[in-house]
């Protein structure tokens, strides 16, 4: 019985801290988003030329008003080419496609994914670009997002996240996948530049100096190919910036299915390269001071928001019964009294409330919240069914086009 009692206790306290440092972890860099980010100086005036390059696979539906938007930047004409992939896409969008003043690189492959589609791409289009700019299919640039982009190149970065926010808003769930981009924006990105460290890639809106990201893609060959090229580019010292007003509108989870989907293969990718850069990231941080680079491993481990908030509370609240009801047959197994999960639900709780912008706390968005519960179990089922989803690909459907909740 002892034994058993031990055992429980060093699970319970082993489970707390992890839960506690993630706690504090982004309660950190929360804080820190409400502040103003360092206004860095330019150090040139130089026009760069973009090759905005939108990989897409089977995204007949939305990929020709996505082409379309992608050419009302205002910058100049003969300094940025859209590139569309097209990989399985009908004929009859190939030739929509071909009447647009872009260009189409077809793409086959026997095992589709985003991270050789691109490779090819840049093999077949040649080296006269300085920044590579990436979107995915569904997304659509406010019109000045490539200036913004070029001004952080002449500020010094070779590295630029821009801000992808919600082009739809349409579903309970769309409202929570759009709120958990902007927390993790707010978290990951602003929060982390505001102290100095460098933003997360989120795998599109990014735009990467063109010779570097050739050179760096040239060795990946994975699904989770923009957590590959991000640890690369610390690996190297190099500093990735955020543009918090370079918007960039992406289509939000609208069913379930598709919401399992992408958490299982983002979860996987993250803790396949958590298991693969952790000992690396350790090294450079003691012996180079890389402390950038290991933060970044660090985060790989970090559960998602969602799951976070929901476990603190499952703890919180059964502690909390425990406690009050005086059920000791229980208690006498736990170490942690309910007031440690109180203190750390209620941070978590504080953090999220704090990264949330303020457009969102609407009517929509307390209906979107009762689907929380649905959403946790969602996250749970995903980290079930994550083995394998790291070496293979997951196509995510899109379906909006045309029109976007531009409200910035």
């Known amino acids: 019985m002892i034994t058993l009692k031990i055992i429980v206790g060093i699970i319970e306290v082993g489970i707390y801290t992890y839960l506690a440092l993630s706690t504090l972890y982004v309660l950190v860099y929360g804080i820190a988003s409400v502040f103003p980010k360092k206004i860095h100086k330019l150090k040139t005036n130089k026009m760069n030329r973009f090759a905005v390059m939108i990989p897409g696979y089977k995204e007949d539906t939305v990929i020709i008003d996505v082409a379309r938007e992608a050419l009302k930047q205002d910058y100049p004409k003969d300094l940025f080419e859209v590139i569309v992939i097209a990989d399985s896409f009908k004929p009859a969008t190939l030739a929509s496609l071909r009447a647009l003043p872009i260009r189409v690189v077809e793409v086959v492959f026997e095992i589709s994914k985003k991270s050789k589609a691109l490779n090819k791409c840049m093999e077949i289009i040649g080296d006269n670009y300085d920044i590579a700019m990436i979107l995915d299919a569904d997304n659509v640039m406010a019109p000045n997002v490539l200036n913004k982009i070029n001004e952080a190149f002449n500020q010094g970065f070779v590295a630029v996240q821009g801000h992808r926010t919600a082009k739809n808003t349409n579903t309970s769930f769309a409202v929570l996948d759009a709120i958990s981009e902007e927390i993790n924006n707010s978290i990951f990105r602003k929060g982390h530049r505001v102290l100095g460290l460098s933003s997360a890639l989120i795998g599109s809106g990014m735009g990467i100096s063109y010779p570097i990201y050739k050179q760096f893609m040239a060795g990946i060959d994975s699904v989770g190919e923009d957590k590959e090229m991000e640890m690369r580019l610390l690996h190297k010292n190099y500093k990735i910036e955020y543009i918090e007003d370079a918007y960039i ?35 450079h941080l003691i012996r180079n001071g890389n402390f950038d680079y290991f933060d970044k491993v660090i985060q790989m481990i970090q559960p998602p928001r969602i799951l976070l908030i929901g476990i ?23 170490v942690l009294g309910y007031y440690y999960w ?45 083995r394998g989803a790291s070496k293979r690909f997951i196509h995510t459907t899109h379906s909006i086009s045309g029109d976007t909740e531009r409200k910035h």
């Open 342 to 386: 109180l203190t750390i639900f209620v941070l978590t709780a504080f953090t999220v409330t704090l990264t949330v912008p303020k457009k969102y706390y609407t009517k929509k968005t307390f209906i979107a919240l009762l689907s929380l519960p649905h959403g946790f179990i969602l996250m749970i089922m995903s980290l079930l069914q994550i």
């Open 312 to 334: 603190l509370f499952l703890f919180t609240l059964t502690s909390a019964i425990v406690h009050f009801f005086k059920l000791t047959i229980i208690s006498d197994y736990f």
């Open 249 to 283: 509108y992406d289509e939000k989870t609208q069913k379930s299915d598709v919401f399992v989907n992408q958490r299982r293969r983002w979860i996987a990718a993250q803790l396949s390269h958590f298991k693969h850069y952790f000992f690396d990231g350790l090294f």
